[in-house]
Structure formats: C-alpha cells, structure tokens
C-alpha cells in the first residue's frame, strides 16, 4: 500500500489488512463504459424483438388455437388407430336410435378383454347373444372362473362403441348405441359417508333402478353377495325383476344357488356360465348359454394351493346333498364341454356356409354380367348379319330392276314398231359381215362376248369380218361374231342429262304409264327411254307402254 498514487485511476476497493488496493486504470475507464454501454444497448434490443415477436404471434392467437385443436383431433385419431392395430379391433353395427322395442339386440362375436392382448395373452372369445325376449344375463360359474373379466369385457365393448372405438370382437358384433351405462362392480364402502360394502352396493343398485328402456345397460358383479344367502337372493330376484320391468339390457353375476333356478321360459332372464375343465381342474374361460355354472370353492381352493388337510375338513361339513352334487359334477362338466365343442363346430359350419354362399354369389354375378356381354355381342353380330343380307338382297334386287329396264330399253325399237322391225338385234337372224354392218354401225353400243364387257362400234367389218370396238379406253379389234347388243346394266343416272333443249320425261299417270301413240318413232323412242331411265332411277320395277302397230314412219 501507498503506492496507489503512483498509478492514475479509480480505487475501487482494498484488501481487508490495506496492503493490497483494486484500481481501475484511468485507460480502461473509458473501455468499460462503452462496454456498460453495449451491454445496456444489448438488453434493450432484446426486450424489443421479444415485444414485436410477442405482439405478431398474438395477432396469430386465433390460428394457433384452430391448429391445437387439429393437432389434438389428429393426435386422437392416431392414437385410436394405433390401439385398433395392437388389440386387432374392428368395427361393430348400431342399431338405429329409432328402431322398434322388438329390434333391439346385444350381439357381441368373439368378444375378448383388452387389457388380456395387452398383457401378451391370448384370451378365449366368447359370444354374447341377447335380445328383446332375453335381455339380462344372469352369469354364474366357478370362482376365479372369469365372470367378472367377461362382465367387464362386455362393458368395455359398449363404452368403446359408444367413443368411435372399435371394439374388441369380431366385425359381426351388432349392439345398440347406450345412452347410459350403469355399473356396480368392486367394493363401494366409504367412511366419510358411513356406508358399509353392503350398503354401498345396495345403493348402486337402487340408482340403477332409475334407468329405463332398451338403450340402457346395467353391469353388476356379484350381487347381494356380501350378506344372508336367503336374504340376499330375495333382494337379488326383486332388483332383476325391476330392472326386466324396466327393459333396459343387463348382465348380472351371482354365486348365490338359489337365485340360478326358478325363472320361467316367459322370463327376459337368461342364465348362462362359464366351463370349468374337470380333467385339468381349471377354468377354461368359454361361456355356455343357458346352463347355470356352480360356484366349485372346494375346487378352486385346491387349485389355488390351500391344504389338503383343510380342504378334507371342509368336504366333512358338507351336507350329503352337497358330496352328491361334487360327485356328478364331472359328468355334469363333460357334457358342458360336448356341448361347448358343438356349439364352436356349429359356430363354424355357419361360416363355412356363409363363405361359401359369398363365393356362389360372387361366381353367379360373374357368370351374369358375361351372359349379358356375351349375349349383346351376339345380338350385334346378328343384326350386322341380318342388315348385310337385306342390304345384300336390296342390292341385287335393285340391280335386277335395272338390268331389266335396260333390256326394255335397248329393244325399243321393236316396241315400238309393235315387234315388226326390221331392224332386228337377235344376232342370229344375221348371216353376213355386210348384214351384220347394216344393223350395227359405227357408233352403235354394242356387248363384245370375249371380255364380257360393252362397247362402241368404231368401224365397219374388214375382210376378215373384224371390227374395231372401243371398251373402256381400249381400242379392240374382234370378230363380228363375237359382238351381241349390249343389254348388261348401265349406271341409270347417267341417262337422265339429256342434250340442250330435250326435257325429262315423268310417268303420265299414277299407273305408270307412258303413251306414245301418235309419236314419230325417233319421238317415241326417246320419250321411252327417258320414261324407263326415270323408272331406273326412282326403282320402279313395272310401267305400262301404250303403242300403236307401227308405221316406220
């Protein structure tokens, strides 16, 4: 110490015995300031960005809210899916709201706990069948039977429907949409309220009571099981009686023996169980409609590892009713499992019928809609066939019509003339080249028999008897012999232009005649020729010619 002075600055502290003294030099003051000065220019940058961040991600408050909500939606939606996928869950069947009384029913196929696939099990299906006629199921069986895993099953099933789940049974399952779901299951006994196990169950099911109609169900394990077996069965037939008288859908456990029997057939009560194997002393989990189960304690003590010494005591205290009732009971369990295995053969016959009809319906469908092609492809064929023929026919028909008029045409000279002609075309009235030049000029249309085609004259016969023919653009030179008057058929139409200052001639009357007494016959010639080239254009098979002797005039 005291050499401070020797050192320009700022004396910002000292050590506790003096010696020792912190200066700030006075060449970094000037340093530190602008530092203080930043840091505070640091800060209030920040404390701005995060003002405008905040305010435009307000003005964005009402996307974000819609985007949490689609986010949660689709987070739902993965989250049901992925659980359908490891439970192996399909969708059931609601009976419509509006359905009548009768229409109502609980149909749960190859019905299974969740909680049993998820703890790596394999859990036995059970099918669940009731209906207006018998809508409570009265469940009894032996202890740790499954009783209550099934009751809840059932539960589930209908809570899972009724959220969009699917459920754990097959796609077959059919059950109505319940509006509520009342349970009594566990032990209710509250201190704070004063109630026992007793009467908290004894208040579930008088809330229970409040519940009416088909689209209700009650869940209750082990009714008034906990008090009086003869009391309690009384108290547990009047509550079923209720709730039946209610119609609301129900299924009951019980242990109590005298609550199994004294239903009638007319009863909406349906007793059913859960099979017990007595070769392997265990449950086996599958239920039995219509058959009441035995509670079996002796045996599930046994089962459960209890002394034997214990067990033989108890067997002592039973009534001779109750020894004959443990000694009948395996054949009494042997015929529950033939009836089960009859049950499940049954369950898959009625598949493989309903496969099989699928199948069928599905070959007669193909099968129908091929009929149906192949009968449209063959009724088009045969219209194309049948409208060939009658094209076909038309055809040739029209072809002989005019084939005809063209034969009428080239002899109409001769009718004319009322067949007295001297002009003749029959070529075998002709003997000589000379005859032959005389009838048939240079110019006259003539058919040449060697090409079966018609042509024109275009000289007479030399001294061998040949003559030129001209037949389409080709000069020929042919033998008179071989030359007939043409008569094949010619293009109609091209007949009906006639030269400058010649008319065409249309039928007289609607007799389809034509009358040329009184004509010169170069006059009767073409008014015939034009009356048959419009009788070959217009198709007309027949026309009336009326004429005279003839004059040669």
């Known amino acids: 110490g005291g ?55 307000y003005t964005q408050k009402t996307q974000f809210e819609k985007t949490k909500k689609i986010l949660l939606t689709t987070d739902i939606i993965f989250a049901k899916a992925q659980l359908t996928v490891q439970l192996g869950a399909q969708p059931c069947t609601f009976i419509p709201e509006d359905a009548e009384m009768e229409a109502f029913e609980v149909h749960l196929q190859e019905l299974f706990h969740p909680l049993l696939k998820f703890a790596g099990k394999n859990p036995i299906t059970n099918t669940i069948q009731l209906d207006a006629k018998k809508s ?50 566990g032990d209710a006994q509250s201190v704070d309220e004063d109630l026992s196990t007793f009467a908290a169950h004894l208040k579930q099911l008088d809330l229970a009571v409040q519940l009416k109609g088909a689209n209700n169900l009650v869940l209750i394990d082990e009714i008034c099981g906990s008090t009086d077996p003869e009391e309690g069965s009384a108290l547990a037939r009047a509550f079923i009686n209720e709730y039946a008288k209610n119609k609301v859908y129900g299924v009951i456990t019980s242990h109590l023996s005298p609550l ?157 003339k009322g067949g007295t002609s001297q002009n003749s075309t029959d070529p075998k009235k002709i003997q000589t080249a000379d005859e032959f030049a005389e009838k048939f000029p240079p110019g006259t249309k003539i058919f040449v028999n060697s090409i079966n085609q018609d042509g024109i004259i275009q000289s007479i016969p030399n001294s061998k008897g040949e003559v030129y023919v001209l037949s389409q653009s080709i000069r020929l030179q042919v033998h008179w012999t ?30 389809r005649t034509v009358d040329l007494r009184g004509k010169t016959v170069e006059e009767a010639l073409s008014s015939l020729e034009n009356a048959l080239d419009l009788a070959s254009a217009q198709e007309e098979d027949r026309m009336k010619v009326i004429h005279g002797h003839g004059t040669e005039a």
């Open 482 to 511: 071989e030359l007939k008057p043409a008569h094949k058929f010619t293009n109609p139409t091209s007949q009906l232009v006639r030269r400058s200052g010649t008319s065409t001639v249309s039928l007289v009357d609607q007799d």
């Open 260 to 416: 199994k029997t004294g239903w009638s057939q007319d009863d909406v009560i349906k007793n059913g169980s859960l099979e017990y194997d007595p070769q392997s002393g265990k449950p086996s989990y599958n239920f039995l409609s219509g058959i009441p189960g035995d509670s079996l304690a002796l045996l599930t003590a046994k089962r459960v590892g209890v002394s034997p010494a214990i067990l033989a005591h108890a067997y002592e205290y039973l009534s001779p009713l109750a020894k004959q009732k443990i000694s009948s009971l395996k054949e009494i369990e042997n015929l529950k499992k033939d009836i089960s295995v009859l049950q499940a053969k049954y369950r898959k016959d009625i598949k493989d019928v309903e496969k099989r009809k699928l199948e069928l319906d599905e070959q007669i469908k193909k099968f129908e809609e091929t009929k149906d092609r192949e009968l449209e492809k063959t009724l088009k064929q045969a219209t194309k066939n049948v409208e060939s023929v009658i094209s076909e026919a038309n055809a040739k028909e029209a072809m002989d019509k005019h084939r005809k008029l063209q034969e009428i045409k080239f002899n109409l000279p001769e009718i004319v």
């Open 3 to 57: 050499l401070q002075h020797y050192v320009p600055g700022v004396i910002h502290a000292s050590s506790a015995s003096k010696q020792t003294v912190y200066i700030e030099p006075e060449a970094t003051i000037r340093s530190n300031n602008r530092l203080r000065q930043i840091d505070v220019e640091i800060e209030e940058e920040i404390e701005r960005l995060l003002i405008e961040i905040s305010t435009y991600l």
């Open 136 to 185: 409570i199921l009265l469940l009894s069986g032996p202890n740790a039977g499954g009783k209550t895993v099934l009751l809840k099953a059932i539960g589930l099933a209908s809570q899972m429907a009724r959220c969009g789940l699917p459920i754990c049974a097959s796609r077959e399952s059919v059950i109505p949409f319940f509006a509520q779901i009342a349970t009594c299951i």
